[in-house]
């Protein structure tokens, strides 16, 4: 099957430094990435929808100034947390939708930032 | 909009036991509904991708059912084992659209 990889896997920074996450899909070409967000014991929540050549869609509630989203080329989103706080902690997680036939969605390892 | 309900929260039986996970969605207009695995602190183990014209896929010991106009879904795991022990995810979508997803069910496969 198709392969999403996240880079860094595991990241801790100090309190309003910036933090950048990459997202690639390394055998096919991705138009659309979905970055998700998980806290401790929850379920995923979707922050926003990644497109390729234009601005992200963000969900209702998340910050676009502080959570930039970037689809740079056909394989590589990023999502940079800008002045980051205690409470951005958590596990973030992207995945790509296979462009042609049913859909299936691939998701990347994740990654867990630790703010301190 | 969508939503997702998973029934049971958490779930513990003995090994050996064959067990039923529930996730019930309020949109029946899905395009795919995905069941997942996550262990903790990890992240997603796809288990069973089942389209809207399908009524069930069956993988190894686990089979999931879809009755897409009742909006249910249904993970069978047979001969439960320890290495079962997870939370499971439902989840569904809409086409090329982000994927809903449940809050989970916690399973504790007992030796």
């Known amino acids: 099957g198709a392969v999403v990889s996240q880079h860094p896997s595991w990241v801790i920074c100090k309190s309003g430094t910036s933090v950048k996450i990459e997202c690639r899909s390394l055998d096919f070409q991705a138009t659309t990435m979905f970055w998700y967000r998980q806290f401790p014991k929850q379920s995923l929540m979707l922050m926003a929808t990644?497109?390729?050549?234009?601005?992200?869609?963000?969900e209702q509630g998340v910050e676009k100034d502080k959570f930039l989203i970037n689809h740079a080329s056909l394989t590589l989103s990023t999502l940079t947390v800008t002045s980051a706080h205690p409470e951005d902690s958590s596990f973030y997680i992207c995945s790509a939708p296979v462009p042609k036939g049913n859909y299936e969605q691939y998701f990347g390892p994740g990654t867990r930032l630790t703010v301190t | 909009k969508q939503e997702v309900t998973q029934i049971p929260a958490a779930l513990s039986v003995p090994e050996g036991e064959n067990l039923v996970l529930n996730c019930s969605f309020t949109?029946?207009?899905?395009?795919?509904l995905q069941w997942f695995r996550q262990d903790p602190g990890k992240g997603l183990t796809s288990l069973l991708l089942?389209?809207?014209?399908?009524r069930e896929q069956t993988s190894g010991r686990l089979n999931a059912s879809l009755d897409k106009s009742s909006g249910r879904s249904t993970l069978y795991i047979a001969a439960s084992q320890p290495g079962d022990s997870a939370t499971y995810l439902c989840a569904v979508n809409s086409g090329n659209t982000p994927l809903v997803f449940g809050k989970g069910t916690r399973l504790s496969v007992i030796a």
């Open positions: 089942i389209q809207s014209s399908q």
């Open positions: 949109d029946s207009a899905i395009y795919n």
């Open positions: 990644s497109n390729e050549g234009s601005k992200a869609t963000y």
